[in-house]
Every structure is written in structure tokens, then in C-alpha cells.
């Protein structure tokens, strides 16, 4: 195990979703309440923590969003992902595609351009200063209605150098893909990317329709395609990637013990899976606890370990020849 180890912190690797907002350590959301003077409902570290404790997606998301309340300034989301770019830094991370929800700021009366531009100006940092290269992604809440969601997107025109791509993530159960048809259209028009988390709570029935009628070019979890045989065999022939959270998984209650972790069995059956935080600091871990994690229990070999962080590449945005660099720099590190 200690050769895995060291293996999984010295391969350069890329994450492939990660919500900015699910980054928010308690320790900065104090420091940023107590300069915003906003009170807090706990008033300590500990006493926050105690309630990260979730029996499904909807009792994180309620949390989740409350801590959201406390970013306020350009200089609030600066320093948020700042920090998870440091601490991608020490994971080894070379390059990263952040989610943000723009609406749940823009909800609550800050200007749309506060967080972007906040973001926008760190991961400019992150590139001059880390050598950590990043895209942006425009997450939509899909308890929202379409209309509401697509009027976020036209905002969102005017800082189309910001971002490549638009998501949907928040409550999944209840709000199908097809809901947000038009929304998607309107994306394509505008020539951007588009990913959508399906199948972490919802059915495979949410990722086909995902992949179909929203015409997504990479599934956030996945999880449940497993349950389709015919949809893992339309996911391999369309080489969609998935990009998969174990230890969001487990907290979320997704599965019930990470022994149980889909991610291994995803892997034999070809899928292009990679390893992702989602919201690292709710769930217990940043990317290279993820990989931990799922070899001890799973016990991977060193081979899927490799195989997990060079899908990480293949299934990002990158230009092709910065994905063949990665690899390369992957294999010249592995045969040393
Ligand atoms: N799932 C769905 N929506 C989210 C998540 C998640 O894990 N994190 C933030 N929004
Ligand atoms: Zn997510």
C-alpha cells in the first residue's frame, strides 16, 4: 500500500468536478463571516462540523448553501478558490475544471459579476503563480425553473471568455434532464461544453436522457449507468467520460461502504472513469484522499491507479496535445 501511496501523490493528475462553493473550509468561512459581519448559526469550527452529517444529496445541499450565504465580495470568492487551489497544489493537480453556481449568488442580490471575476482573477493566479491550468463551469441549479436558468445563462454572455462549458447540479430527484432541453439548445448555440450531474441519486433513465436529448459531452457521477447494460455499452461507444466522487458517495450515502465503490467495476468494464472531490470540504477529502481511499478499499492495483489518472486527462477539456503531454509526463514518471 505505501508504494500506492506514493505513487498516487507523485502522478501529476487533473479534476474534473469540483463545486468552488464545496471547497469552503470552516476555518475560512469564520474569517470571511467575521470580516462581512454576518453571524453564523454555530459558533465554532467544531460545532459546524458536527452537522456534516447527511443521510442524502438534499440534507448537504440545505448545509451547503448556507455557507454560500457568507461569500459576499469579489475578494470573498478570490480567496475561496485560492485556497483549493493550494491545496490542489499539494495533491499534485495540474489541472482543474470548477463548477460554480452562479444563482446561488445572484439569488440572493450579488451581482453576477462579483463571482465570476473573483474566480476568474485567482485561477489566473493559479495558472502564473501554481502552474495549476483551469476551465470554468457554469453550474445551474436544476430545482430552479428552465426559464430562470436560461436567464442566468444570457447574463453570462457578456464574460463568455470566462467559461467553456454549463452544468446542472443541485437536487436531482424530481428534476429530470429534459426539463432543461431549451436551456441546453441555448448552450449549443453559444458554442460552450456541456456536462450534467445524472445518476448519483437519480436513474440510468436521467443519464440516457442526459446524453440524448441535452447532448452532454461528459457525465458528472454516473454512478447508476451500472444498472443499464445498454446504456454502460452507448457510454463507451460514445467515449463520454465520468468523472466520479467516491467519498462524495459515501457521505451522501450513495453507497453504503466504499468496499461497495462502483468506481473498480466501472474500470473492467471499460468506462472511462476518474476520481473527483466534488465538495471536499463536506466530505472528508481532496482528490488524493479520493484515490486513497478507494484503493484501500477496493484495493486497487497500481495499474488502475494509473489508469484512473491518465482517464482524468483524456476525459478533460485540454487541447489534444496537452492531454498526449500529460500522459507522456505520466509514463516518464512511472517508468522511473
Ligand atoms: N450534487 C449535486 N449538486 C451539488 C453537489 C453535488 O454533489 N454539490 C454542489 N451542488
Ligand atoms: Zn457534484
Known amino acids: 500500500m505505501q508504494n500506492k501511496i506514493e505513487l498516487i501523490n507523485k502522478l501529476p493528475k487533473a479534476e474534473l468536478h469540483l463545486h ?19 453571524k453564523l448559526a454555530h459558533d465554532s469550527v467544531e460545532s459546524l462540523k458536527a452537522t ?22 469579489e ?45 476568474a482573477r485567482a485561477l ?17 441549479l436544476r430545482h430552479l425553473s428552465e426559464q430562470e436558468c436560461i436567464a442566468t445563462l444570457e447574463q453570462a454572455v457578456d464574460y463568455r471568455d470566462k467559461f467553456i462549458a454549463i452544468g446542472l447540479d443541485s437536487s436531482e430527484l424530481g428534476h429530470p434532464p429534459e426539463k ?18 445524472a445518476g448519483e441519486e437519480g436513474p440510468a433513465e436521467y443519464i440516457w436522457c442526459a446524453i ?10 454516473g454512478n447508476r449507468c451500472l444498472e443499464d447494460d445498454k446504456l454502460v455499452e452507448y457510454i463507451k461507444e460514445k467515449g463520454l467520460t465520468l468523472t466520479v466522487c467516491p467519498l462524495s458517495n459515501l457521505k451522501l450515502q450513495v453507497v453504503k461502504d466504499l468496499c461497495d465503490h462502483p468506481i ?37 492495483s497500481a495499474e488502475d491507479v494509473i489508469q484512473l489518472v491518465k482517464n482524468s486527462f483524456t476525459g478533460s477539456f485540454l487541447p489534444e496535445d496537452q492531454v498526449l503531454e500529460h500522459l507522456q509526463e505520466i509514463d516518464h514518471i512511472v517508468e522511473v
Open 212 to 221: 440524448d436529448v441535452l447532448g452532454i459531452d461528459r457525465i458528472d457521477h
Open 20 to 38: 468552488i462553493e464545496g471547497t469552503f473550509e470552516p476555518e475560512l468561512m469564520f474569517e470571511i463571516a467575521k470580516r462581512n459581519n454576518i
Open 180 to 197: 432543461f432541453t431549451k436551456l441546453y439548445a441555448r448552450a449549443t448555440e453559444l458554442g460552450l461544453l456541456k456536462v450534467a450531474h
Open 124 to 140: 489566473k493566479d493559479g495558472k502564473d503563480q501554481l502552474g495549476i491550468s483551469s476551465y470554468l463551469i457554469l453550474s445551474l
Open 75 to 119: 475578494q470573498d470568492f478570490y480567496d475561496l478558490t485560492w485556497a483549493y487551489l493550494q491545496r490542489a497544489k499539494a495533491d499534485n493537480v495540474v489541472h482543474t475544471e470548477i463548477m460554480y453556481d452562479p444563482q446561488s449568488h445572484t439569488e440572493r442580490g450579488i451581482d453576477f459579476s462579483i463571482a465570476i471575476n473573483g474566480i
Open 264 to 300: 473498480k467495476k466501472m474500470l473492467d468494464m471499460g468506462l472511462n472513469a476518474t476520481v473527483n472531490s466534488d465538495d471536499p470540504a463536506y466530505f472528508g477529502g481532496y482528490v488524493n484522499e479520493n484515490f486513497k481511499a478507494i484503493t484501500q478499499s477496493l484495493n486497487l
Open 52 to 73: 456534516y452529517e447527511f443521510d442524502n444529496l438534499q440534507e448537504f445541499l440545505d448545509i451547503y448553501y448556507q455557507g454560500v450565504n457568507v461569500l459576499q465580495t
